[in-house]
């Protein structure tokens, strides 16, 4: 089992920055995959960003147009996300999450295996 805290989030105006960040604990030693996703109401849960956790690799979703940044501190099983110039469409739960096995497709939930409880960002116009 690997649990997963994130934290940071909540209300920012458009155009400005948020951070998060999601700590792995237990058999974090299994995590092949670490990464992001969010869930806009009413809508499906898609992908954000992720690392490749031993390699190092990092995956975005392209319609982020350079605008969020995800890194890590391997050696404390955390990653972050930094997001700027964040617009109203950016609003939803933000979900940490990590894959224990090689994955067909990074982008895709039912890939991962755990999950965090949840952050909420909200942007204001």
């Known amino acids: 089992q690997v649990q997963l805290v994130e934290s940071g989030g909540g209300l920012v105006q458009a155009g400005g920055s948020v951070s998060l960040t999601c700590t792995a604990s237990?058999?974090?030693?299994?995590?092949?995959?670490m990464g992001w996703f969010r869930q806009a109401q009413g809508k499906e849960r898609e992908f954000v960003a992720a690392?490749?956790?031993?390699?190092?690799?990092?995956y975005y979703e392209n319609s982020l147009n350079g605008r969020f940044t995800i890194s890590r501190e391997k050696a404390k099983n955390t990653i972050y996300l930094q997001m700027t110039t964040l617009q109203p469409e950016d609003t939803a739960v933000y979900y940490c999450?990590?894959?224990?096995?090689?994955?067909?497709?990074?982008?895709?939930?039912?890939?991962?295996?755990?999950w965090g409880q949840g952050t909420q960002v909200t942007v204001s116009s």
């Open positions: 999450a990590v894959s224990d096995r090689a994955q067909y497709s990074y982008m895709v939930p039912a890939e991962y295996t755990y």
């Open positions: 237990g058999r974090t030693q299994n995590i092949y995959r």
């Open positions: 690392f490749s956790w031993n390699g190092g690799t990092t």
